[in-house]
């Protein structure tokens, strides 16, 4: 099981650290991600790391402003988020599993799911 938290209301420009925490030993699962879900919307994909950390992907409104990370001794997976916008409102899911690599930004190939966490940015 994964255990999301971290989130809250924070003003435009702000930052915020994400964190997932898993039941079980994250070394032992291979992709590990991050998406959200706005009312109204499809869940999207945020950014997903592989295993050790050697693979990183993020969606093109992320990049350069967020930044996912794992510390596998913690069983523990993060997102930080710098220079939010209101338009990264939204509620934001850990996700891990096995997905193959062209669908590691596909919702439907992640098994496991945390319960969600609310990020709001106001303007």
């Known amino acids: 099981q994964l255990q999301a938290s971290g989130g809250g209301l924070v003003q435009a420009g702000g930052s915020l650290r994400l964190s997932c925490v898993a039941t079980?030993?994250?070394?032992?699962?291979?992709?590990m991600g991050w998406f959200r879900q706005s009312p109204g919307k499809e869940r999207e994909f945020v950014a997903y790391?592989?295993?050790?950390?050697?693979?990183?992907d993020y969606a093109d409104s992320v990049k350069g402003r967020f930044t996912i990370s794992r510390d596998n001794a913690k069983n523990t997976l993060y997102l930080q988020m710098n220079s939010l916008k209101p338009e990264d409102t939204a509620v934001y899911y850990c996700?891990?599993?096995?997905?193959?690599?062209?669908?590691?930004?596909?919702?439907?190939?992640?098994?496991?799911w945390g319960q969600g966490t609310q990020v709001t940015v106001s303007s």
């Open positions: 790391i592989t295993m050790r950390g050697s693979i990183v």
């Open positions: 079980e030993r994250t070394d032992s699962i291979y992709v």
């Open positions: 996700a891990a599993g096995r997905p193959i690599y062209s669908a590691r930004g596909y919702a439907p190939s992640y098994r496991h």
